[in-house]
Nanobody, 125 residues
Framework: QVQLAESGGGSVQAGGSLRLSCAAS????????MGWFRQAPGKQREGVAA????????YHADSVKGRFTISQDNAMNTVYLQMNSLQPEDTAMYYC??????????????????WGQGTQVTVSS
């Protein structure tokens, strides 16, 4: 059973930073492509960043390159999303997902269909 728990969201002003965490059950984490998606009100869910936990290769969407960084802590079965230089357009609910196809040459699609409960990020101007 896939278990994902996001945390770390909050409200910041433009230019600020936040770090999100996604704690996964062990069977959900090892040698998988873990990723972050976000969904703003009235918009489709979009992929933000992904990491292959088996080797550490990372992927970032063009919209966040240079500002967001995904990383991992294998001892904690946790994936992080460091978000710097936040802008109002980054406001969204952020979700963690497993088996993101982008790690395998595919698109930003969460193959397992499992999602955490999400954590809200709000950036004010």
């Amino acid at each position: 059973q896939v278990q994902l728990a996001e945390s770390g969201g909050g409200s910041v002003q433009a230019g600020g930073s936040l770090r999100l965490s996604c704690a996964a059950s062990r069977n959900s984490y090892s040698s998988r492509c873990m990723g972050w998606f976000r969904q703003a009100p009235g918009k489709q869910r979009e992929g933000v960043a992904a990491i292959y936990t088996g080797g550490g290769t990372t992927y970032h969407a063009d919209s966040v390159k240079g500002r967001f960084t995904i990383s991992q802590d294998n001892a904690m079965n946790t994936v992080y999303l460091q978000m710097n230089s936040l802008q109002p357009e980054d406001t969204a609910m952020y979700y963690c997902a497993v088996e993101v196809a982008v790690c395998y040459g595919g698109s930003w699609y969460a193959g397992s269909g499992d999602w955490g409960q999400g954590t809200q990020v709000t950036v004010s101007s």
